[in-house]
């Protein structure tokens, strides 16, 4: 898991913490610690890897589109495709919906969806006979599509990914495809919270989610008396109350974000609206002002080497630590360049108690990325170190006792030639004959 430099003399961060009364600081320093910082490279990289693997379970190609925000009446999204004006009400057009296009004329800015744009467009140039670019519905018959993916970097309340869906939901000829077995729908995103992926998964369209890792959130993170504790410091700092309390008729977020979602992750090409508002909003009070972390949700203040969720032999350690495993955190066979035997480890860990079957929280406690969870799942069950109910076997068992022996080994055997002699000194004296 990656940090926000809170430890170190980065300026803003250290200014940011700076805010809070001294009582409040080490609370906040400890919700600073447990967001997630997904680098770009980690978000194209992994975000690929899942769209090609899921791909490669279907005969034919697959639609991508980017999430992003629709027009809509009255809350109900306008269809996303257009149909002829008489019966048969069919689908019609060669040019899909545009991957960018801002919903208000008075706000041209591009959020999340520029840089989803951009993934897939690359990835259907790469892959052109399996990968369709925003298709329209001349094009997905023609090309025989079998799937209808919706591409985002997070699902938070899961009613953006839900909407889009409805769109295309509410297309006659969609709904013919679907009834008909020809197209499955799918949600595919970086990071999902567990309660919009139910949302999400209610939609009549049947859509299978997929994520590369579970969005950390407050209640996730913290246990259950500690989240409270956080809940209540960021709704304490939350810097839009002051402007609810003089205006009663100002509109006031959640103060854990959208959807009082409290998510704890945060992208480099910006910070989703699920996050606490301390981060993200700045106060308009100037009795009482407030710096936000990331301002209007921007993470550019933020040094890229924070940024990444990449294995190393430290994340490795404190992964363990927190699985109870202190002893194998230490262990010479956890401390070694080779990661992949140490991130076995790190699962045969995360397997030693329940629930085990929920892909869901392995990946929680590991912070794995699924599709990489899922492939150390198949490689330890065929090495015979769990049993169908992925309950450790004597075989598996023993592989961690190996591994916790030799911190053992480590601390009794002293290197040949790194230590001085000790000076002896005798414990008892004896006459002398």
């Known amino acids: 898991m990656s940090k926000l430099p809170s430890s170190t003399n980065d300026i803003g961060t250290l200014a940011w913490l700076g805010q809070f009364s001294p009582g409040d600081r080490l609370l906040a320093k400890q919700l600073l610690d447990a967001f997630v910082l997904v680098s770009r490279d980690d978000f194209i990289e992994h ?143 970086y990071a999902a919270t567990e309660s919009g992926e139910q949302y999400v998964s209610r939609h009549p369209c049947q859509a299978e989610v997929h994520f590369v890792i579970p969005c950390p959130t407050i209640e996730t993170v913290f246990s259950k008396t500690h989240a409270e504790k956080m809940k209540r410091l960021c709704t304490a700092y939350d810097p839009t109350l002051e402007e609810t309390h003089k205006n009663p008729w100002a509109f006031h977020a959640p103060s854990l974000g959208y959807g009082s979602a409290g998510a704890m992750l945060v992208f480099a ?61 230490r262990s010479k066979a956890v401390i070694n360049p080779h990661l992949p035997t140490s991130v076995i480890f790190l699962v045969l860990a995360a397997l ?12 929680a406690r590991t912070r794995l990325p699924s599709h990489e969870l899922s492939k150390l799942l198949r490689a330890i069950a065929r090495y015979g170190w769990v049993d169908s109910q992925r309950r450790l076997t004597d075989q598996g068992a023993a592989q961690l006792a190996h591994a916790r022996k030799q911190l053992q080994l480590a601390t009794d055997v002293a290197p040949v030639g790194k230590s001085d002699p000790e000076p002896y000194y005798p414990s008892s004296l004896r006459r002398p004959i």
């Not at 993934?119 to 329209?136: A, Q, T, V, W, Y």
């Not at 000829?173 to 595919?188: E, Q």
């Not at 329940?354 to 990946?363: E, G, T, Y």
Request: proline residues 8%.
């Open 47 to 189: 975000m690929r890897e899942m769209l090609i693997a899921q791909a490669d379970r279907l005969d034919g190609p697959v639609a991508l589109y980017a999430e992003r925000e629709l027009r809509h009446r009255y809350g109900v999204p306008h269809r996303l495709f257009k149909e002829t004006r008489t019966p048969p009400r069919r689908a019609c057009g060669a040019a899909g919906p545009p991957a960018v296009k801002p919903t208000k004329a008075y706000d041209p800015s591009v959020g999340s969806e520029g840089i989803v744009a951009q993934m897939i467009s690359e990835l259907c140039r790469e892959f052109p006979k399996r990968f369709l670019d925003h298709p329209g519905p001349d094009q997905i018959r023609r090309k025989r599509a079998r799937a209808f993916w919706v591409v985002t970097d997070l699902i938070g309340s899961g009613h953006r990914a839900r909407r889009y869906l409805e769109a295309a939901w509410r297309v006659r000829s969609v709904r013919s495809w679907w009834s008909g077995k020809l197209v499955k729908f799918g949600v595919m995103a």
């Open 269 to 329: 090409h910006g910070a989703p609206n699920n996050v606490p508002l301390m981060f993200h909003k700045a106060s308009r009070n100037k009795a009482t002002t407030w710096t936000p972390l990331f301002p209007s949700r921007v993470t550019a203040g933020i040094s890229k080497d924070a940024f990444g969720i990449g294995l190393t032999v430290e994340r490795i350690e404190a992964r363990l630590s927190n699985l109870g495993q202190q002893n194998l955190a």
């Open 352 to 363: 030693s108690r329940p629930p085990r079957l929920n892909d869901r929280v392995l990946a």
